[in-house]
């Protein structure tokens, strides 16, 4: 990562375009949710995703906060200004953050600026960063169910962990990595494992979503392995909401 992004991002002088992705009920082609995903403006303009910065491992952890705090505040200011739709909206959420007293202080300012019922909000965490305490990670999840949120994971399949997590937290969605999804029309394993887990989901009446669905192919598969909702490039790619400059910084103590 370059140094000059870091410091432009936690200088305050950057923007944060938060974008969404649509997500489909594969049956009947209509759109159930929408997941928003991390941009950032650089100084030409040009929008870039969050991921990999918050992803380098040589990211100093009190930055990981800071950064993944404000991301979250663009993201709920885009939320305050929706108001079309009944569909749900899948906020991406670093685990590390549930660990920071700046992300339980700014959480109610965030609901309460909502326009539509706070059930409709589901935070989407995977277990690839931070908390690693499954009994901590537990508690996390149901001070957000507390306050009348829904929970996913993100990335199941990614690996061996994913099930534990998944297991554990008992989340109202559970999203399919791309890894089992490509090229899953050449892969008949990946298509008894996708069949599989929707007939579990369906068994525990959870949602389940295939994300990364790029091409025709894979869309026919993972329809006909029973998967109900899927999100992918061929579904629809990310359209940005309106830039939102970074001011101000946000407490992340993770005391």
Same mark, same amino acid.
């Given at each position: *990562?370059?140094?000059?992004? %870091?410091?432009? $991002?936690?200088?305050?002088?950057?923007?944060?375009?938060?974008?969404?992705?649509?997500?489909?009920?594969?049956?009947?082609?209509? *759109?159930?949710?929408?997941?928003?995903?991390?941009?950032? %403006?650089?100084?030409?303009?040009?929008?870039?995703?969050?991921?990999?910065?918050?992803?380098?491992?040589?990211?100093?952890?009190?930055?990981?906060?800071?950064?993944?705090? &404000? =991301?979250?505040?663009? +993201?709920?200011?885009? $939320?305050?200004?929706?108001? @079309?739709?009944?569909?749900?909206?899948?906020?991406?959420?670093?685990?590390?953050? %549930?660990?920071?007293?700046?992300?339980?202080?700014?959480?109610?300012?965030?609901?309460?600026?909502?326009?539509?019922?706070?059930?409709?909000?589901?935070?989407?965490?995977?277990?690839?960063?931070?908390?690693?305490?499954?009994?901590?990670?537990?508690?996390?999840?149901?001070?957000?169910?507390?306050?009348?949120?829904?929970?996913?994971?993100?990335?199941?399949?990614?690996?061996?962990?994913?099930? +534990?997590?998944?297991? &554990?937290?008992?989340?109202? =969605?559970?999203?399919?990595?791309?890894?089992?999804? @490509?090229?899953?029309?050449?892969?008949?394993?990946?298509?008894?494992?996708?069949?599989? $887990?929707?007939?579990?989901?369906?068994?525990?009446?959870?949602? =389940?979503?295939?994300?990364?669905?790029? +091409? %025709?192919?894979?869309?026919?598969?993972?329809?006909?392995?029973?998967?109900?909702?899927?999100?992918?490039?061929?579904?629809?790619?990310?359209?940005? +909401?309106?830039?939102?400059?970074?001011?101000?910084?946000?407490?992340?103590?993770?005391?």
């Amino acid at each position: *990562m370059q140094k000059g992004i %870091l410091e432009h $991002l936690l200088s305050g002088e950057g923007a944060i375009v938060p974008h969404v992705q649509p997500m489909y009920r594969l049956r009947d082609n209509r *759109m159930m949710a929408q997941e928003y995903l991390a941009r950032h %403006l650089d100084a030409a303009g040009v929008t870039h995703p969050v991921g990999p910065i918050l992803q380098d491992p040589g990211l100093a952890p009190a930055d990981r906060l800071a950064l993944d705090l &404000r =991301f979250l505040d663009a +993201t709920f200011a885009a $939320l305050a200004r929706h108001s @079309e739709g009944d569909f749900l909206h899948f906020v991406n959420l670093e685990p590390v953050s %549930l660990e920071a007293p700046g992300f339980w202080d700014c959480l109610p300012r965030w609901l309460e600026a909502l326009p539509f019922p706070v059930e409709r909000v589901v935070m989407e965490f995977t277990e690839s960063q931070g908390v690693h305490d499954l009994a901590a990670l537990q508690r996390y999840a149901q001070k957000l169910r507390d306050a009348g949120l829904r929970l996913a994971v993100d990335d199941l399949g990614a690996g061996v962990a994913s099930l +534990t997590h998944m297991a &554990r937290l008992a989340p109202d =969605f559970i999203k399919a990595d791309r890894s089992l999804v @490509e090229q899953v029309h050449r892969r008949p394993y990946q298509a008894a494992l996708l069949n599989a $887990l929707s007939h579990f989901a369906q068994r525990m009446c959870i949602g =389940f979503i295939a994300e990364g669905i790029e +091409t %025709l192919e894979e869309l026919e598969s993972v329809m006909d392995a029973d998967v109900p909702w899927g999100q992918g490039f061929i579904l629809g790619q990310p359209w940005p +909401t309106r830039p939102r400059p970074i001011a101000g910084p946000i407490a992340a103590s993770e005391s």
